[in-house]
């Protein structure tokens, strides 16, 4: 915003205010007297304007293009299962048998002929092996047993319960 101060002079505008009030005659004029003229009179008058002028324009603002790319990845759960958990079939007995270990028979192991290669090499140079009428460990229980010092064989009945063998390779039917 601009503030301007103007400053005006005027003579006319006073004396004529000065003759009207005098209704005309001069004062200083008497009777067959010469006239006097009137004394000159400065007005002065200061007037004081706001001018408002326009802002100049401003400069045009700046485009800016913004660009956001945004990824989610979402992995959502597994579904829940509410299926009863199938049943699994029983294992079937095994045609193999693990070198150390007490097996049930028909059902960690199949009935028949087995043979081994003998002891392991971590034996003490004999395996053991046996065959039982019960699980209970008692002695009365054992069927046959024996020590290999080489490669041997045993048929294991349907009647046996256990077969327990202890420091010998594995065995593998044969029949």
């Not at 006319?12 to 007297?33: K, Q, V």
């Not at 960690?108 to 290669?117: F, H, K």
């Amino acid at each position: 915003m601009r503030t301007r101060t103007i400053t005006i002079v005027s003579t006319a505008g006073l004396l004529a205010g000065l003759t009207a009030c005098s209704g005309g005659a001069n004062p200083g004029t008497a009777a067959g007297a010469a006239p006097v003229p009137p004394p000159a009179v400065t007005q002065t008058v200061t007037v004081t304007a706001t001018v408002t002028a326009p802002a100049p324009p401003a400069p045009p603002a700046p485009t800016v293009t913004v660009t956001v790319t945004a990824t989610a990845t979402l992995t959502a759960p597994p579904p829940a299962t509410t299926a009863p958990p199938a049943e699994t079939a029983p294992a079937e007995p095994a045609d193999t048998i693990a070198g150390s270990g007490t097996f049930l028979v028909g059902t960690d192991i199949r009935p028949g002929t087995y043979r081994t290669a003998g002891p392991n090499s971590s034996s003490v140079g004999m395996c053991y092996w046996e065959r039982s009428r019960a699980a209970d460990g008692d002695l009365g229980s054992i069927i046959a047993n024996e020590n290999l010092m080489g490669q041997g064989v045993v048929t294991i009945k349907k009647t046996d319960v256990v077969f327990k063998t202890q420091g010998c390779q594995s065995w593998t039917k044969i029949g």
